[in-house]
Every structure is written in C-alpha cells, then in structure tokens.
C-alpha cells in the first residue's frame, strides 16, 4: 500500500498526558497536511509542510501542539497536556502541488484520539 | 478564510433515487475537490476539478465546477445503499507560495433499500 499511513489509529490518554502521532506520506509528495476533525464536522486545517518547511499554522494550533517534519518526510503531530477537547480525529493528507492541475490532497485513516 | 457552506447537510433518500448536493462559497478557488468519507476512515477523493464550467463524471457520479469557480455540484444518478456517506467539498486557494484546502460543512447521505 503506497497511500498515506498514520500511527496510532486510535490512542486513548488521561488529561495531561502527552501524545505523538505519526505521519507517512506518499512518498513523491512534498506536501504535507495535518487536519482535525470532530463528529459531524468536516475537517479543519491545522498545518502544512513544504517538503521540511511548516509554512503555515492555524490558530487551532495552540501553543500544546507542535508538528515536525525534519527530513522533509514523514511527520509528527505532538500534544502536550492533553484536555479532553482534544479528542478528535487527527488527519494527515499530503500532496504534490502543481500550478495547471490542482493540488489535490490524499488522506490517511486517521488518528483517533480520546482524551479522558 | 473561505466559508465553504454545503447543503442540504442531512439527506435520506431510497435506492433508485436521484440526488444533488450543492457547495457554495463567496470566494474564488483555484481547484475544489469532493471526498466520501465512512465512519472512523479518512476521506476518501472523488474528483478534483481546476476549470470553471467544468463537468467530470465518475459512473454515476456528476461533478461541476461552477464558471466562477466559487461553487459546485455533486449529482448521483440511481443512488444505491453503498453510496452512504459523508460527502465533503473542499476548495484550494493556490498562491504560487502558499495553499491550503478548507472544507464544506458536509452532506451526510443515506440510501435506503
């Protein structure tokens, strides 16, 4: 399988613990995306990486989160002090972005988080 | 930021029906994509479409792209009880240095027998 993996799917952690989840792409493509979603909504941009550079935060992206990608290839999502509104489910999608045909995002399953 | 606004958001329909799910917003995207998503999985790509005016077709799936590029449609011929899902639209604003893909609200469908 050549698609976009994620690890864990699913984590469960008590409030104020820390989490990491991990994030390979597809492996031609230089960008990279972490999303949240809760039930009944779509998801929600967080991040995105060019290659190794975070080019772009979203203001849900406190100061608890952190994401890296240090060789420009795989990435992780990091909370620290997990709260309970963290619970959600953590997206990660990479691309590869070309001006005439669009910059169509593939997505992973997904990393459950549940935080109690 | 671009509100992407989906509607309707909830549909039950029978096996056999026809549908239409609309995707609307007041801005301009370079491209918009559509996704199915399942309970617990990620959302799983349809179709990009990039020009205004655009119709793609995947079976019994028609996708436009409005020639404005602010809007689009999602229409499904005969729908059948695996077409279930959450339906999402999501619209790329494409700067040359900078892109990111916002979502619609979603439009949950479910097909019955």
């Known amino acids: 399988d050549t698609g976009v993996s994620q690890d864990p799917r699913h984590k469960i952690t008590k409030r104020g613990q820390n989490v990491t989840f991990r994030c390979d792409p597809i492996s031609e493509h230089n960008r990279l995306y972490w999303y949240r979603q809760t039930l009944g909504q779509g998801p929600e941009f967080l991040t995105y990486f060019q290659n190794e550079a975070q080019l772009e935060k979203s203001r849900l992206l406190s100061d608890r989160f952190s994401a890296e990608r240090p060789k420009g290839s795989f990435s992780t999502l990091e909370i620290q002090r997990t709260e309970q509104g963290d619970s959600a489910m953590y997206l990660c999608?990479?691309?590869?972005?070309?001006?005439?045909?669009?910059?169509?995002?593939?997505f992973g399953e997904g990393s459950w988080l549940t935080v109690v | 930021t671009q509100l992407l606004e989906q509607s309707p958001q909830f549909l039950s329909i029978q096996e056999g029906e026809n549908l239409t799910v609309y995707c609307n917003s007041s801005s301009v995207f370079s491209s918009l994509q559509w996704y199915r998503q399942e309970p617990g999985e990620g959302p799983v790509l349809l179709v990009t479409v990039v020009t205004g005016g655009e119709v793609k077709k995947l079976k019994r799936l028609t996708f436009q792209f409005g020639d404005a590029r602010k809007d689009s449609s999602l229409h499904i011929t005969a729908a059948q009880p695996g077409d279930t899902g959450l339906y999402l639209c999501?619209?790329?604003?494409?700067?040359?240095?900078?892109?990111?893909?916002?979502f619609g609200t979603g439009t949950r469908l479910q097909v019955t027998l």
């Open positions: 999608a990479s691309s590869l972005s070309k001006v005439m045909t669009g910059n169509t995002i593939y």
């Open positions: 999501a619209g790329d604003v494409y700067t040359g240095t900078a892109s990111k893909l916002t």
